[in-house]
C-alpha cells in the first residue's frame, strides 16, 4: 500500500536532480536562465515551481526573478502540460487561409478547447503568432515539426503519428 507514494516521491527526488545537474552547467551564468529553462522544461514540457527554486539557487539569482523569466516568455509555461504540443498559428496570413476551421476541427476531434491538454495528457493545444512558414498557410507545429497546407481531412492522420 505504502509503495505508491514512495515511488511517487523517489520519482519527484529523481526528477529535481536532473534539474540540478542541467542547472549546473549554467552555474554561475545567470544571463544563461533562458537556456536553463528551456533544458529543464525539456523533462516535463513544463516548469514546475520546485524546478524553478532549484534553477534559481544553483544559478545564484532571486526565485523571483527566474519565476519572472518563465512566465514572460510564451514558450515557457508553469503548468502542467502534456506530451506534445501543438501550436496552431493564428496571424494574418494563415487566418485568411482557413485557420478557424481547423482550429474548430482540431479542438472538436480532440476534445479540447485551445489552452487545454487531452484527457489522455498526449496533447496541449495552444495558439501562436507567425510560425515563421506563411508560404504554407495554414500552419501549425507539433513539438518541432511543422505542418502546412493544412485542411480538417489531414488532422486525424497527423494526431495518429503521436503517442
Ligand atoms: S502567418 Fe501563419 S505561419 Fe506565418
Known amino acids: 500500500m505504502a509503495e ?3 515511488m511517487a516521491l523517489q520519482a519527484e527526488a529523481d526528477y529535481l536532480i536532473q534539474v540540478e545537474e542541467i ?3 549554467y552555474r554561475g551564468k545567470p544571463e544563461d536562465i533562458v ?3 528551456h533544458a529543464v ?3 516535463k514540457n513544463y516548469l514546475p515551481r520546485e524546478a524553478l527554486s532549484v534553477v534559481a539557487r544553483v544559478l545564484e539569482v532571486s526565485e523571483s526573478r527566474v519565476y519572472g523569466v518563465a512566465k514572460f516568455y510564451s514558450m515557457f509555461s508553469t503548468t502542467p502540460r502534456g506530451r506534445h504540443i501543438i501550436r496552431i498559428c493564428e496571424s494574418t496570413p494563415c487566418h485568411v487561409m482557413g485557420k478557424t476551421e481547423i482550429i474548430d476541427s482540431l479542438c472538436n476531434i480532440l476534445g479540447v478547447e485551445i489552452g487545454g491538454t487531452t484527457k ?3 496533447f496541449t493545444v ?3 503568432s507567425c ?3 506563411c508560404g504554407v498557410a495554414p500552419a501549425m507545429m507539433i513539438d518541432d515539426e511543422v505542418y502546412g497546407n493544412l485542411v480538417p481531412e489531414d488532422l486525424n492522420k497527423i494526431f495518429e503519428r503521436y503517442k
Open 120 to 122: 489522455d495528457g498526449r
Open 4 to 6: 505508491i507514494p514512495d
Open 41 to 43: 522544461q525539456d523533462l
Open 126 to 128: 495552444e495558439v501562436s
Open 23 to 25: 542547472a549546473a552547467k
Open 131 to 133: 510560425l515563421g512558414v
Open 35 to 37: 537556456l536553463a529553462l
